[in-house]
């Protein structure tokens, strides 16, 4: 992961970075930029160069702008200018990533921070460095980014040294999650995935980890998990992870689904739709990392999560449409739709928490839905929660991660869709409203904390075609960084 380094006082200057915003003065369509005083006086010449090149380079300040100055024979050889547009930690993001985008064939870049520069904008900066650099790659064909460090130069590193640290973390979970997501299904299996993690909880102290394969799952009535991964040669598992702190006053459960690949079963997909469906354990990989990131900030709070791991596959053991399926705790569900397969290994570990774990609030994560999509588009996630205050803080740590979700209606009239003859429930009803019927249908089993559950429909989001600002192209870890700063805020 690229290093970044707190400065005083300039070290190396071969690439200089000087903040630019919006014009105080700016009258009209009047869109020039201005320096941002820095909190250390930039090399001779410098910061005059900067103020005479941005009205000329037609600079608006806004954030991600990059304009870049040789200066041959000089020091720095290279002068950058970067919008920073208002300055919120949002803008940082989006400068600093697209600053690790536009410096990457450098080596070392020295960023120059503004006088007043608040924690916020360090830890936004710092994200926007770190998840920018992002890449996944099984070859070694290419060439990976030559920039390696980035020092940052402000008046008083040790001011914001925690700053960077939770920045540090957040950006590696986020890797972790999005290594795990863009993995191949021919290497990662739901043995695997469970590997994986217990070799990162492994690396800090105070994690409790249960793996159970399917030989425990059939013996504790897991019938939704034993169903969908019947059809593969690759049994399920179920991964439980817990940081349980001394001073912890409230406990949450995190559940993801976990399919390490969807074919869509008997009920299968079409190629085109397929294709992606390595990322169909996304939700697992983004709780399961938040964990180890709360594990490694210390957070005050108790963190449960529950990753039920499945390969969804045709064989002669696969479960069929209209099989009724018996969940941890008695609820049945009649299948409708094989590849409706994410909410019956969901239905398992709700239950099980409900009634093994006690939490005091329940979430959970998934690429559920295709409905997800067609409501909010690629980029934003479905919220369902009947809890208000839950809804709002949830959402406003997603806001202040930089991920989007919009809170969607749990429709009352919609559950006798749920009703079925010969089962308690139908796992995927017909009428439509697909991912509003799934939040539905997870409801049944949340049991007496329906009023503290909250679902994250987040199968659009979780993927992207291209990169853009802090998101690279294939997985983007989506809910790792909204997880975090949640559960910083709990207690």
Known sequence: ????????????????????????????????????????????????????????????GRAGEIRTQLRPGRTPGRLLLLGVGDGGEASWRSAGAALARSAADETHVTIMLPADVTPAAVRGLTEGLLLASYRF????????????????????????????????????????????????????????????????????????????????????????????????ASGPRLVELDWHPADARTHVVLIGKGITFDTGGISIKPVPAMKLMRKDM?????????????????????????????????????????????????TTSETTNSDAEGRLVLADALAYAVQQLAPDLLLDLATLTGANAVALGKRTAALYTENDQLAADVLAAAEAAGEAAWRMPLH????????????????????????????????????????????????????????????????????????????????
């Open 1 to 60: 992961m690229l290093a970044i380094r707190l400065i005083a006082e300039p070290e190396r200057a071969d690439v200089l970075v000087l903040p630019v915003r919006p014009a105080e003065q700016a009258v009209g369509d009047n869109t020039d930029a201005e320096p941002v005083p820095t909190a250390v006086a930039p090399p001779d010449g410098t910061a005059e160069e900067a103020a005479a090149l941005a009205p000329v380079a037609r600079l608006s």
């Open 137 to 232: 790659r099984m070859t070694d064909a290419g060439t990976a980014p030559a920039l390696s460090e980035v020092d940052l130069l402000l008046a008083d590193p040790a001011a914001h040294e925690t700053t960077i640290a939770t920045a540090r973390t957040t950006a590696a979970m986020t890797h972790l999650a999005r290594d795990l997501t863009n993995t191949p299904s021919s290497v990662k299996n739901p043995e695997w995935f469970a590997d994986q993690v217990a070799s990162a909880a492994a690396d800090l102290p105070d994690l409790r980890l249960r793996v159970r394969g399917p030989a425990e799952l059939a013996a504790e009535g897991f019938g939704g998990i034993l169903a969908v991964g019947g059809g593969s």
């Open 282 to 330: 996304a939700g697992a990989a983004a709780v399961v990392a938040a964990t180890l990131g709360a594990a490694a900030l210390r957070l005050p709070v108790r963190v449960t999560t529950l990753a039920p791991l499945a390969e969804n596959m045709v064989s002669g053991s696969a479960f069929r449409p209209g099989d009724v399926i018996r969940h941890y705790g008695g």
């Open 412 to 491: 009352t009239d919609y559950v006798e869709y749920l009703g079925s003859e010969i089962a308690d429930l139908y796992s995927a009803p017909t009428q439509g409203a697909g991912s509003v019927l799934a939040a539905l249908y997870l409801r049944e089993f949340t049991g007496e904390l329906r009023d503290r559950w909250l679902h994250l429909d987040m199968s659009a989001p979780s993927w992207a075609d291209g990169d853009q600002a802090e998101v690279s192209r294939g997985a983007t870890g989506w809910g790792v960084r909204s997880l975090l700063r949640w559960l910083a805020s709990v207690n």
